[in-house]
C-alpha cells in the first residue's frame, strides 16, 4: 500500500486526506522532518502560499522537503503548492522558492472577478475530461525545456510536470473526481 502525505502546516488538507483514504492510499499528515520517514509520495496542498511558505521556513522543513525532491520520491503541489514548488522569481519571493519544477507563475492570475471557478479540463494522460475548481488560482505563464503542459484554460498552463514533480492550479481534492490525484499515484513506482 502506498503511503502518501500532506503537508500539515495550512489550507486544504482534510480535504486531500479525505480524497486520498477514498482511493484506498495510506495518507498520513505531515508536521515535522519526522514525518516524512516512509512516505512514497507528498502533496503540498492548496491555501495561502505565504503562509506555509514561512511555516516550512519556522517548521525547518526546507532542507527535508529538499532531500525528498532529491530522491526522486514523487511529489504533487496543488494550487498554493503549485506556487511553492515553483522556481518563479517575481511573483515568489526568495525564502517560499523550493524551485522544483522550472517555471514562471502569476498568482491569483485569474483576476478578482472570476476569481474561483468550476470547468472541464482536457488533462494530458487521463482520456476524459476532468472536473476542475479552481479558488484563487494561478497560473503558469511559461515552463522550461524539461517541463510537460498538462492542461490550459483559455491558454493559461494549469496543469505540468517535470520528472518527479507534479503542478495543478486547481483543487483536485474538492471534487470526487479524483482522476488527477489517480494520475498522481500512479507517478509513485
Ligand atoms: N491565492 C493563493 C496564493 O496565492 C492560492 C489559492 C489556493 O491555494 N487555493 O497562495
Do not use: W
Not at 106 to 112: A, H, L
Amino acid at each position: 500500500n502506498k503511503v502518501v502525505g500532506v503537508l500539515d502546516l495550512q489550507g486544504a488538507v482534510a480535504e486531500h486526506l479525505i480524497a486520498l483514504r477514498n482511493l484506498g492510499v495510506n495518507a498520513v499528515s505531515v508536521k515535522t522532518a519526522e514525518d516524512f520517514v516512509g512516505l512514497d509520495g507528498l502533496i503540498i496542498p492548496g491555501g495561502e502560499s505565504t503562509a506555509i511558505g514561512r511555516l516550512i521556513r519556522e517548521q525547518g522543513l526546507e532542507d527535508v522537503l529538499r532531500t525528498f525532491y532529491q530522491e526522486e520520491k514523487a511529489i504533487f503541489g496543488t494550487c498554493a503548492g503549485l506556487i511553492l514548488c515553483s522556481t518563479d522569481k517575481s511573483h515568489v519571493t526568495e525564502d517560499l522558492r523550493l524551485g522544483f519544477i522550472e517555471m514562471e507563475v502569476e498568482r491569483n492570475g485569474f483576476g478578482r472577478q472570476i476569481a474561483s471557478f468550476e470547468t472541464y479540463l482536457d488533462f494530458s494522460g487521463i482520456d476524459r475530461k476532468v472536473e476542475a475548481v479552481f479558488i484563487r488560482a494561478p497560473y503558469i505563464e511559461s515552463v522550461g525545456p524539461k517541463v510537460k503542459v498538462l492542461a490550459t484554460v483559455d491558454q493559461k498552463i494549469v496543469a505540468a510536470e517535470q520528472g518527479n514533480v507534479l503542478v495543478t492550479a486547481h483543487h483536485p481534492e474538492l471534487t470526487e473526481d479524483y482522476a488527477v490525484l489517480t494520475y498522481f499515484l500512479e507517478k509513485i513506482v
